[in-house]
């Protein structure tokens, strides 16, 4: 049985985590992926503008966030209600996304 980290896969999900948390701050207005980047920059300095948006549109498909892709290339994401509720514990999070256990 191996015992190898996946580090690839503990830093995409941590990075899911801080868009999901980043966008809860950012409520009701939400926020264009610059500020985003910085965020997950201040965890992980060599997070680039194209994992982000990897993330950010896994996150997406899963119907937690809602992302405009903007014709001048920017792209501007909201937390769904989903998303929200994800954020604020009141639902489980399935597998994908680096949560932390409720201790309170």
Not at 47 to 66: G, I, N, S
Not at 72 to 93: K, M, N, Q
Request: aromatic share 8%; proline share 8%; hydrophobic share 40%.
């Amino acid at each position: 049985m191996s015992t190898a980290i996946d580090t690839a896969r503990i830093r995409r999900e941590n990075l899911r985590w801080l868009i999901i948390l980043t966008l809860n701050n950012a409520r009701p207005i939400g926020a264009y992926e610059g500020p985003i980047l910085s965020v997950a920059q201040s965890e992980y300095p060599d997070a680039t503008p194209l994992e982000l948006r990897r993330e950010m549109d896994y996150l997406h498909d899963r119907q937690l966030v809602q992302v405009d892709k903007q014709p001048s290339g920017r792209w501007f994401a909201e937390l769904t209600r989903i998303g929200v509720d994800l954020a604020e514990y009141t639902i489980p999070c399935e597998p994908g996304i680096a949560r932390p256990e409720k201790y309170w």
